[in-house]
């Protein structure tokens, strides 16, 4: 997979909504890495996993106490890398879709 746009859910009239934090079920095929302050990126995660450098929105979201910011990342903390890509973005859409059921855009 190259590119999903998980903005396209989030544009009604033309107007940009807020993304939620959308919680990504833990599976057992889940992998982890040890984040290093100043060394790690979470593009460079996306890409050594995933061999694409676009979901480190991804990662975070499977890591939501650091805020959905990266720099929030302690050195030294293991995250969760969601896994496999394809699995963990359908996922992603499901629970996002419950989100907009209960919630609206």
């Known amino acids: 997979m190259s590119y999903y746009n998980r903005y396209n859910d989030f544009v009604v009239n033309g ?24 060394k790690s990126r979470l593009d460079k995660i996306s890409q050594q996993m995933y061999e694409a450098p676009y979901f ?35 996922d992603y859409k499901g629970e996002l879709d419950k989100h907009l059921l209960y919630y609206g855009r």
Request: hydrophobic fraction near 40%; charged fraction near 15%; glycine fraction near 8%.
């Open 15 to 38: 107007v940009n909504k807020t993304v939620p934090l959308i919680k990504i079920p833990v599976k057992t095929s889940d992998r982890f890495v040890v984040y290093k302050v100043g």
């Open 56 to 90: 480190g929105w991804l990662i975070l979201q499977a890591n939501p106490s650091y805020g959905g910011q990266e720099w929030n990342i302690p050195d030294g903390t293991v995250i969760r890398v969601p896994f496999p890509l394809n699995v963990s973005l359908l």
